[in-house]
């Protein structure tokens, strides 16, 4: 389990963090076909990276808990479980940002204020819903015990 939860982390953080950053550098590159390919490739991670990382992360997370002696003993397992249940909420209009911003490439390209403005909504509210695991990440390694 510990091994899987692990993995779980680095497909989770790594894709939560590796993602906006080549989206970043198609959108600096200026070129339709590589900001398209970005976007398709972020859809795709998002999925199998993303997704499967979180599920591995959490199932194998909660089965080591009782290692640990449980939410009920060990508060930082408790703080960690509200923190992901805060980003998975904070994360629907994450997604929803990331569609709107997506049609409104293929609709007008980079230059429409439409974009720009999902393009800034996506950046804030796509940092902040990293600030609730980074938190769990935290309380994890720094645990008493």
Known sequence: H?????????????NMIVGPVWVSYAIFSKDKKIIGFSFH????????????GFDLLILNGLSLSSVFGGLKNQPWILYSVIAIFVMWVLSFPVIYIQEKLYESFEKNGTDSSDF??????WAIFGT??????????YLMVVKNG
Do not use: N, Q
């Open 128 to 137: 902040i819903v990293t600030i609730p695991p980074s938190i769990a990440l």
């Open 116 to 121: 720009k403005k999902f393009l800034k909504l």
């Open 41 to 52: 490739l972020l859809r795709v991670t998002d999925v199998f990276l993303t997704i499967f």
């Open 2 to 14: 510990k091994l899987l939860h692990i993995t779980g982390a680095i497909l989770f953080f790594g």
